[in-house]
């Protein structure tokens, strides 16, 4: 136990590695060395963080959850059982593609759901929701909830997680969204 920091005894936590006050990591875990992971944080059963990888503050792991080199997640993320990321478009065991790693940055807010796929290369927008066993080969925009394989648009999504009207009014607690000169859909309250 550490006095900033919770960490199961099963964990193993690498030296080089930053965690943040309040984070809890729970059992079976991996935190290589050069992960950087914020504060109030929960890591799940099971997951494994791989060097360079970096969470924010509030981030939620779920069980069984590998997080590869490229992945980055910004504050209040959640990453739902079984989530899986990849770094590399080509892997093969017998060549190194370590020079080839593309980065995933997952933007504040956003839900991946369980056993969800992100194809290394494609972020994920603000407050979007990715839904369970999706498999994402493109980047979603913000306040976007995709579903499928490949995923593919099914709503508007407000902060709050709840589905927007045709208005782009969320129909849970009424927060007003419209979109910008690009058309993408921005937070208007």
Known sequence: MNDRYFAHETAVIDEESEIG???RIWHWCHIMK?????????????V?????VELGNNVKVKNNV?????????DDVFLGPNCVFTNVINPRSFI????????TIIYKGATIGANATIVCG???GRYSFIGAGSVVTKT?????????NPAK???????????LNNSLKCISCGIQYGKNKNSQIILLQ
């Open 96 to 103: 190194e593609r370590k020079q080839e790693f593309k980065k």
């Open 21 to 23: 006050t309040g984070t």
């Open 140 to 148: 979603i925009p913000d306040y976007t909830m995709v579903v499928g």
């Open 48 to 52: 494994f963080i791989e060097t360079g």
């Open 122 to 124: 494609h972020n994920i």
């Open 66 to 74: 590998a997080i590869y080199t490229g992945v980055i997640c910004e």
């Open 34 to 46: 050069g992960v950087k992971i914020g504060n109030n944080c929960n890591i799940g059963e099971n």
């Open 153 to 163: 648009f099914h709503a508007y999504i407000c902060k709050c997680g709840c589905k």
